[in-house]
């Protein structure tokens, strides 16, 4: 009587269990989801709402939407560039015996990642501002340059704050993602290939790379996904309101559309289309990476 | 061996002075934001951050008294709501967190697989994509401008979760079986006997979602209607607007707004960095 | 037993606590104007002791209340009772169905005492939605101590031409720059837009923004930093900003062009140029500059349309003081006193108390202020701030100083023509 009692208990328990998430996937995900896609071919304005089929996908494509799109590319293009080779080669670096050392470097460059958005760019501003003094103009200068406007002088410095922003606050984190990966890597393998006579170099591109792929796949796809729903960083720079569109991203076109000007159906056409886009590249990365094939 | 680290000494010479040099690098925006913090922030706001000011002189503005006092005694408010907001979600979400990734660890069940990369899957896509809904949703519920309407999609955290199901994963099954055996059910096992196990799990998350609510932005700016509901992340950023001059707000407030956070890192930083571990292991 | 009443509402009132009050929310994006109404309140609760107000005031930044507020009326929920709408967005407000309380009721009895073009700029389909601050009569700020080190008699520029000759003695004399220009916002071009006779938009609603005189006014600008090299881009982009007040404070232009409203900001965040500011009429186009010639003395520039939404639970009262507080000639006196704004009640213009001193004459060289304003104030021109108008100036703002001026990667004529077409889309 007991045990099929517990039996059943125990059947049952495992939906008890996962049921909060199910519930929360449903309301907080699915819906949206599926909301954006409804709100996607309607015009909504006060009092109104109607179907407008694919108005919405047709009047998107603009001067602003390959700005964003492009900026949204090139951002994220650039962050992986970086924020991928340099964090593994650091990793690899913070992987000897020496553990405190290590520990201490890994906490100090793991340090920016705690600050918040805001805080992050005011510092960056306020470092990076347009009068000679400012300390990167003033170190510019000292080498013989000119003071540049970071702010507001140009497509190439809006970009390069954007990504020096993102290059100080996650460095840290992906150390921390590619150490633990490498202390997944059996010790014995390094031993055996010392007693080869392997050199160090050798090492990396023969041991280390190949069994910290999953690893960096998967710090790659959340890189992309990350650098694809960008948003606050450019806001804190602009507000929003970027001279030309510099610092606009895909997602900060869908808030400017959505809450500034109210076009919600348009704005979450974007989203549809941003979701699409981030899908495709993920999957062409993906694949690149032979996530795909059957491996033995 | 001995040959070999002999051998070693200058190349690793070099890597940790390189090491070094970057770590100030990074250190730097900190540091000068610190310092800069005792200057008055107008200053600040037209010159940037210059070499003058990283010169400590700790009267030349009066940053830190001003924010008890500035905006009508606005940046308390700010801190108390962010404080809040932290308890309640780290609470709300590590409970129903572990709970959702225990299940998914411990038992065998038809849709286990399809649920945790379901879980998978929901960790990647970014909550930008889903605020215009999310807002409508909100606004349904009458929740704007409210604490739980800042909580709720924070909740059921699939970071979280997945973290708890490969702690969970771990529990030895003659615990589980001895609970049952004492006539407890799933229920009172989990929170008497696995929970207590999940401590280090717990701690790792504590401190990964406290940190998130704390630096929370996107969000709350949506949510958020009046004064009074400001955390400290849209409070601070209200500051940034040129129609104001609380710049020595601005620049005070976001030290005391961080440093409390990197106190915390340097006494639990094993939790940090093992709650970030867990995801990218297992790939 | 009345004015006992009276004395203990005002009391209390006066110690924040008011039983018999109506809570009133307030939105706004600058915290003059949240002084500015909560210092009207006790005035308004002493004459009217049966509709007495506690007043609640919420300053936002300037983008996010507009989306905030926006949001709220579209989704019905969470507006406030009033709210401050800047011109240049008041329009995304009145489409669909609109949210906000007609104000003519109480308008038109009073309304030929007003600058027409003023409320004009709020209507629509007849009522009037909002209610401005000020005409913001555009014009020149002359840094006189500069002026007078290069040899230059400000009451001597009246055309253009003239003040392109001043610039050019000013750089030579001195090395510092005549003026400088937004390049992330229309502060700079648009009102000349309007000075030359033209706009962005037609009556009709259609873009005009790339027709002929505008892009003979752009020109002009570019090649006061190009060709005559009078001019450089503001430092910070725009003039509400800390790094242009730093700059200019400390001397580092001769002259800018902007509403009167702008008064406020040099007494608040320049002081170093007190006593050294001069106001004076803009110069006008006289066909001698790019062949650009209009009959218009100056226009009518920013403003704010404050609104009552319809989600307020006291609409009526809300309405009272909206429009006692900025129509009636003690509010439209105070707005001079207290925030430098050339108010829009023109039978105002003439009353003695707009010439007592206060601390803008005070910052100011001109004894007359308002002398000088009412020679200028028939030749006025307006502009049409309806239907696309946000988008309009949004763009403006964002795209074309930007790229005519400083990345100079589009031709003046090149910028208008894109923004334009865009807009047309």
């Given at each position: ?11 049952r ?7 909060p ?11 949206p ?7 996607s ?71 920016p ?87 160090p ?11 910290l ?10 890189s ?32 400017k ?34 996530f ?5 | ?23 100030i ?17 107008r ?17 030349s ?89 800042i ?32 006539g ?24 990964l979602?406290a ?18 509901m ?15 001059n ?9 030290c ?16 940090f ?5 867990a ?5 | ?24 929310t307030?939105w ?23 509709k ?9 930044p ?19 009772d ?14 669909g ?15 030929d ?17 909002g ?48 003026c ?62 800390e ?26 965040y ?24 209009s ?5 009518g ?27 009636s ?5 105070a ?27 005070r ?63």
């Open positions: 009587m007991k045990q099929s009692l517990f039996q059943s208990s125990m059947r328990a495992p939906y008890v269990f996962v049921l998430f199910i519930i929360s996937v449903l309301v907080f995900y699915l819906y989801i599926i909301a954006t896609i409804v709100m071919f309607q015009d909504v304005v006060p009092g109104e709402t109607r179907f407008i089929g694919t108005a919405n996908y047709q009047k998107m494509f603009s001067e602003d939407f390959s700005k964003a799109l492009g900026n949204s590319f090139k951002y994220t293009a650039f962050t992986i560039l970086i924020l991928i080779p340099v964090p593994v080669i650091l990793a690899v670096m913070l992987n000897t015996h020496r553990r405190r050392t290590n520990a201490a470097y890994r906490a100090v460059l793991f340090l990642s705690l600050v918040s958005v805001v805080v992050a760019g005011t510092i960056f501003r306020l470092m990076f501002a347009y009068s000679p003094r400012a300390v990167i103009n003033a170190v510019i200068v000292a080498l013989g340059g000119r003071a540049t406007d970071w702010v507001l002088g140009g497509a190439a410095q809006a970009m390069f704050l954007m990504v020096m922003i993102a290059v100080w606050r996650w460095t840290g984190v992906n150390i921390v993602y590619f150490l633990s990966g490498l202390q997944s890597i059996p010790s014995e393998l390094y031993e055996a290939a010392d007693m080869d006579g392997a050199r170099l050798r090492r990396l591109f023969s041991i280390t790379l190949p069994l792929k999953p690893t960096i796949i998967f710090v790659t796809t959340i992309i996904f990350g650098g694809f729903a960008m948003f606050e960083e450019s806001f804190i720079f602009w507000q929003g309101q970027s001279p030309n569109n510099v610092g606009l991203t895909m997602v900060g076109l869908i808030y559309k959505g809450f500034q000007t109210g076009s919600m159906g348009l704005a979450s056409a974007i989203g549809i289309v941003l979701m699409v886009v981030i899908f495709i590249v993920s999957v062409i990365a993906l694949r690149s990476f032979g795909f094939k059957r491996e033995s | 061996m001995a040959l070999l680290t002999k051998r070693l000494r200058a190349p690793e010479a070099a890597k940790y002075v390189l090491l070094a040099m970057l770590a690098l990074f250190l730097f925006p900190i540091y000068s934001l610190i310092l800069a913090s005792f200057r008055p922030g200053d600040l706001m037209r010159y940037g951050i210059t070499f003058a000011s990283l010169a400590p002189d700790f009267f503005g009066n940053n830190y008294a001003a924010l008890l006092t500035g905006h009508s005694g606005a940046y308390p408010v700010w801190y108390r709501n962010s404080l809040l907001l932290a308890f309640f979600q780290t609470v709300f979400t590590l409970g129903f967190s572990s709970f959702v990734g225990y299940g998914l660890g411990v038992y065998q069940f038809r849709a286990r697989n399809a649920l945790t990369l379901l879980v998978l899957f929901i960790m990647i896509v970014p909550l930008q994509i889903l605020i215009l809904p999310l807002y409508k949703l909100m606004t349904t519920l009458h929740t704007m401008n409210t604490f739980p309407g909580l709720l999609p924070f909740i059921v955290s699939p970071f979280a979760i997945f973290f708890f199901r490969q702690y969970a994963v771990g529990i030895p099954k003659d615990f589980l079986d001895a609970g049952r055996i004492d407890l059910n799933e229920y009172a096992i989990f929170l008497r006997i696995s929970a207590p196990l999940m401590t280090p799990a717990f701690g790792a998350m504590a401190i979602v940190q998130q609510s704390w630096n929370n932005f996107l969000w709350p700016l949506i949510v958020v209607r009046t004064g009074n400001f955390t400290l992340t849209i409070g601070l950023n209200s500051l940034l607007t040129p129609y104001g609380n710049y020595d707000m601005l620049i005070a407030g976001s005391v707004a961080s440093v409390p956070i990197i106190i915390v890192f340097f006494f639990f930083q094993k939790y960095i093992s709650g970030l571990s995801g990218g292991i297992k790939g | 037993m009345r004015r006992f009443l009276v004395l203990i509402l005002l009391i209390t009132s006066v110690a924040g606590f008011n039983a018999f009050a109506t809570d009133l307030l706004t994006f600058q915290e003059l104007h949240a002084n500015f109404y909560q210092s009207m309140v006790p005035v308004w609760n002493a004459a009217n002791p049966a007495q107000i506690t007043l609640k005031p919420e300053v936002f300037y983008d996010d209340l507009h989306n905030k507020l926006l949001v709220a009326l579209q989704s019905g929920v969470g507006a406030p009033i709210a401050d709408i800047e011109v240049s967005k008041f329009a995304n407000y009145l489409k169905t609109i949210q906000l309380a007609p104000l003519n009721d109480l308008l038109d009895p009073i309304k005492k007003f600058f027409q073009s003023r409320l004009a700029l709020y209507e629509k389909g007849g009522k009037y939605y209610i401005d601050f000020h005409v913001g009569m555009e014009v020149m700020y002359y840094n006189n101590e500069i002026m007078k080190e290069a040899g230059v008699d400000i009451d001597k520029i009246k055309t253009w031409y003239d003040y392109i000759k001043a610039g050019q003695q000013v750089v030579a004399k001195t090395g510092k720059p005549m400088t220009l937004e390049t992330t916002e229309h502060w700079s071009v648009y009102p000349l837009f309007s000075l030359a006779g033209s706009d962005v938009l037609d009556k009709n609603n259609k873009v005009i923004l790339d027709n002929p005189t505008n892009v003979r006014v752009l020109q002009m600008l570019y090649d006061m930093v190009y060709k005559y090299k009078i001019a450089v881009a503001t430092p910070g982009g725009f003039h509400h900003n790094q242009y007040y730093g700059f200019m404070n400390d001397g580092g232009a001769a002259s800018i062009w902007m509403p009167l409203w702008y008064m406020g900001r040099f007494t608040d320049m002081p170093d140029l007190k006593g050294k500011m001069a106001i004076r009429p803009m110069p006008i186009f006289d066909g001698s500059v790019n062949g650009i010639k009959s218009f003395l100056s226009t520039m920013g403003g704010t349309g404050t609104a009552v939404t319809l989600q307020s639970k006291n609409i009526p009262l809300a309405k009272s003081f909206l429009v006692w507080v900025k129509g000639k003690e509010g439209n006196i707005i001079w006193q207290q925030l430098g704004f050339d108010p829009m009640r023109w039978d105002v213009w003439t009353d003695p108390a707009m010439r007592e001193p206060n601390k803008f004459t910052y100011f060289q001109n004894n007359d202020i308002f002398g000088m304003m009412v020679a200028v104030k028939n030749g006025l021109n307006t502009t049409v701030v309806s239907g696309n108008y946000p988008d309009v100036i949004d763009i403006l703002k964002r795209n074309v100083s930007y790229q005519a001026l400083v990345e100079q990667s589009k031709t003046p004529e090149q910028a208008l023509k894109d923004a334009a077409a865009q807009l047309r889309k």
